[in-house]
Nanobody, 118 residues
Framework: QVQLVESGGGLVQAGESLRLSCAASGSIVSISVMGWHRQAPGKQRELVATANSGGATNYADSVKGRFTISRNNAKNTVDLQMNSLKPEDTAVYYC????????????WGQGTQVTVSS
């Protein structure tokens, strides 16, 4: 069984930074892709960034150059450093895990709210 627990959300002003953390537990974590998604009010959930166990990362165009995902395989954690935050980054951010044998994000955290004021 996989569990994901996020922390680090909050309220910041535009231009400031915030760091989200996700702690994962479960036997398949080490062989899975970990990622961060977000969902703003009235919008579909979108993929923000991913990191596989080998260190490869990918980002949505909207966050490239501002967000950095980092994964610690020894601790089964994945962080999202968010710099130069914009009001449009306001959303609930979810940590998720996708087993390498599948195409779906199978496991989700409870979500953490990030609010960026202008």
């Amino acid at each position: 069984q996989v569990q994901l627990v996020e922390s680090g959300g909050g309220l910041v002003q535009a231009g400031e930074s915030l760091r989200l953390s996700c702690a994962a537990s479960g036997s398949i974590v080490s062989i899975s892709v970990m990622g961060w998604h977000r969902q703003a009010p009235g919008k579909q959930r979108e993929l923000v960034a991913t990191a596989n166990s080998g260190g490869a990362t990918n980002y949505a165009d909207s966050v490239k150059g501002r967000f950095t995902i980092s994964r610690n395989n020894a601790k089964n954690t994945v962080d999202l450093q968010m710099n130069s935050l914009k009001p449009e980054d306001t959303a609930v951010y979810y940590c998720a895990l996708r087993p390498i044998w599948g195409a779906r994000w199978e496991y989700w955290g409870q979500g953490t709210q990030v609010t960026v004021s202008s």
